[in-house]
T-cell receptor, first 111, second 112 residues
Framework: QKEVEQNSGPLSVPEGAIASLNCTYS??????FFWYRQYSGKSPELIMF????GDKEDGRFTAQLNKASQYVSLLIRDSQPSDSATYLC???????????FGTGTSLTVIP | DAGITQSPRHKVTETGTPVTLRCHQT?????MYWYRQDPGHGLRLIHY???????DKGEVSDGYSVSRSKTEDFLLTLESATSSQTSVYFC???????????FGSGTQLSVL
C-alpha cells in the first residue's frame, strides 16, 4: 500500500470554477500535510500546509484535513489558467524525518 | 529558491560511469534530502541527512551513495550509472516554522 495516494487526473475545470484535489494517506501516525504545485519542467513549490483537523484558508486556496478518514484535500477557488500545474500531496509521519509524496494530480484550467 | 543550488543542471553520461550531483545551501539547515522524480512514480526519497556525516536511506537508495562533510553541501553519487537512473533529481532542505521542505531547481540526468 502506498503511503500517499492521489488521483492522477487529468482534472479539467473552467476558469472561475472551484478545483478540488484529493489525497489519502495510509499511516495514521502522519502528523503534517503539505500541498505542492509543480509547473512543467520546474521544481515543486509549497503552497499550503496543515497540521490540525479542519480547514485552513490562504487566499484562493483551502486545505482540508480529516485525520479520522485519513484524507487531505485542496480547494482552489476562482481557478485561473495560471493554476494549471501538477499538484503534489505530501505527508510526514509523527516519528520520522521522511516526507512521502503522492504521484500528483494534473490540473488544467480552461479559459 | 530557499538558498539551494544544485549542480549541474543537466548531465548526460554513459552507462557504467560514476556521477556526482551537488546540492549547496547557504542557510545552515540541518536536514537535506535527495529525491528523484519519474513519470508515474512521483517524488521518491533516495537519501537524506540530518547533520554533518549523518545520513540515512530512503525508499530507493540502491545504487546511490551520499556524503555530507560540511553543513552546506550534500553530495549524491551514482557509483556506476545505469539507464534506470535516468531521472530528474531534486535536492531539498527542511526549514521554516513547521519544518517544511523546500526544493532546489533540479538536475536532469540522462544515462545513455
Amino acid at each position: 500500500q502506498k503511503e500517499v495516494e492521489q488521483n492522477s487526473g487529468p482534472l479539467s475545470v473552467p476558469e472561475g470554477a472551484i478545483a478540488s484535489l484529493n489525497c489519502t494517506y495510509s499511516d495514521r501516525g502522519s502528523q503534517s500535510f503539505f500541498w505542492y504545485r509543480q509547473y512543467s519542467g520546474k521544481s515543486p513549490e509549497l503552497i499550503m500546509f496543515i497540521y490540525s483537523n479542519g480547514d485552513k484558508e490562504d487566499g484562493r486556496f483551502t486545505a482540508q484535513l480529516n485525520k479520522a478518514s485519513q484524507y487531505v484535500s485542496l480547494l482552489i477557488r476562482d481557478s485561473q489558467p495560471s493554476d494549471s500545474a501538477t499538484y503534489l500531496c505530501a505527508v510526514i509521519r509523527n516519528t520520522g524525518n521522511q516526507f512521502y509524496f503522492g504521484t500528483g494530480t494534473s490540473l488544467t484550467v480552461i479559459p | 529558491d530557499a538558498g539551494i543550488t544544485q549542480s549541474p543542471r543537466h548531465k548526460v553520461t554513459e552507462t557504467g560511469t560514476p556521477v556526482t550531483l551537488r546540492c549547496h545551501q547557504t542557510e545552515n539547515h540541518r536536514y537535506m534530502y535527495w529525491y528523484r522524480q519519474d513519470p508515474g512514480h512521483g517524488l521518491r526519497l533516495i537519501h537524506y541527512s540530518y547533520g554533518v556525516k549523518d545520513t540515512d536511506k530512503g525508499e530507493v537508495s540502491d545504487g546511490y551513495s551520499v556524503s555530507r562533510s560540511k553543513t552546506e553541501d550534500f553530495l549524491l553519487t551514482l557509483e556506476s550509472a545505469t539507464s534506470s537512473q535516468t531521472s530528474v533529481y531534486f535536492c531539498a532542505i527542511r526549514a521554516g516554522l513547521g519544518e517544511k521542505l523546500f526544493f532546489g531547481s533540479g538536475t536532469q540526468l540522462s544515462v545513455l
